[in-house]
C-alpha cells in the first residue's frame, strides 16, 4: 500500500513534468533519425548541390539489422545521455532541497522510496524504448526489408536491460549525492569508463554489460539468443539488485546519520 502511494506519486510527478510527452518523442527522434538519413542520403546530397564534377558517392546497401543497428546506436549515446540527464535529480533534488526529510520524517520504508523512484524511471523508460523502436522498426520494414516483430520484441527485451541499468548507476549516485549535476556527471562518466574498459578488455571482460547491443547483433544475424547474451543480461540484472541494495543502504545511514 505505502509502495504503491510512493510509485503513484512518481508517476504522476513524471507526467506534470511533461516527461511522459517530450520523452518518448525525443527516444523516437533519436531512434529513426539514422535509418532515414541513411537511406535519404543520396537525395539529400542532391538536393544541397549534389557532389564535386567527377566525384563518386557509393554507399552500402543496408540491411535491416543493419538498420536497427543504428537505432540502438544512437539510443546508447545520445538516448544514455538524456536517460542520465532526466534522472539526475531524482532523489538529489529531494535531498537538496530538504523535501526527503519530510517524506521520510514519516513511517516510510527506505526501500520502498528508492524502489517506488527506480520503477517509475523504469516504466517510462521502457514504454519510450518500445514506441521508438517500434517506429524504427515500421520504417525499417518500409524502407529497407522485412524485420519480424519477435525480433523487435527480443532487441527490445535484452536493450530494455541495459538501460534499466543505466537509471539504475543514476539512481546509485543520487543516493550518494544532492547535487544533481554531479550525479549526471558520474552517471554519464561511469558509463562511458565502462564502454573504455569493455574495449581495452574486451577479451577478458566478455560478459560487460557494454557488449549487449553486440550480442542483440549476432542474435539478429544467427536467429538465435546466443549464450553470451544471456550471461550478458544475466550479470546486468544482477548488477541492477546490487546497486539498488546499496543505494537503499545508502540513503538509510545518510538519513538516519543526520537525524
Not at 532526466?86 to 520524517?105: P, R, T, Y
Not at 540484472?237 to 538509510?252: E, K, P, R, T
Request: hydrophobic share 55%; glycine share 6%.
Amino acid at each position: 500500500m505505502q509502495w504503491s502511494a510512493l510509485f503513484k506519486k512518481e508517476m504522476l510527478e513524471n507526467w506534470r513534468n511533461k516527461k511522459w510527452l517530450w520523452f518518448p518523442l525525443v527516444m523516437i527522434l533519436i531512434a529513426i533519425m539514422d535509418p532515414i538519413s541513411n537511406y535519404y542520403l543520396p537525395q539529400i546530397i542532391k538536393s544541397v548541390g549534389g557532389l564535386p564534377e567527377g566525384a563518386v558517392l557509393e554507399l552500402p546497401e543496408f540491411t535491416p539489422v543493419e538498420a536497427i543497428m543504428m537505432s540502438l546506436g544512437q539510443l546508447s549515446s545520445l538516448g544514455v545521455l538524456i536517460i542520465v540527464l532526466i534522472s539526475m535529480g531524482s532523489i538529489a533534488s529531494e535531498k537538496k532541497s530538504g523535501v526527503i526529510e519530510l517524506i521520510l520524517v514519516k513511517p516510510v520504508s527506505y526501500a520502498n522510496y528508492i524502489t517506488a523512484k527506480w520503477a517509475s524511471l523504469f516504466v517510462l523508460i521502457w514504454t519510450a524504448l518500445f514506441l521508438s523502436l517500434v517506429c524504427s522498426w515500421y520504417y525499417i520494414n518500409i524502407l529497407f526489408g522485412s524485420f519480424s516483430l519477435l525480433q523487435l520484441i527480443q532487441v527490445t527485451f535484452f536493450y530494455g536491460i541495459w538501460l534499466t541499468l543505466v537509471i539504475t548507476i543514476s539512481i546509485f549516485y543520487n543516493s550518494l549525492f544532492h547535487t544533481p549535476g554531479l550525479v549526471a556527471f558520474l552517471s554519464a562518466g561511469t558509463v562511458i569508463a565502462m564502454s573504455v574498459l569493455t574495449k581495452v578488455f574486451h577479451h577478458i571482460l566478455t560478459w560487460s554489460p557494454n557488449k549487449i547491443s553486440e550480442y542483440i547483433h549476432t542474435m539478429l544475424l544467427t536467429g538465435e539468443i546466443p549464450s553470451e547474451l544471456i550471461a550478458t543480461s544475466s550479470i546486468t540484472a544482477g548488477c541492477i539488485g546490487l546497486l539498488l541494495f546499496f543505494s537503499i543502504i545508502i540513503i538509510q545511514k545518510k538519513e538516519l546519520g543526520s537525524r
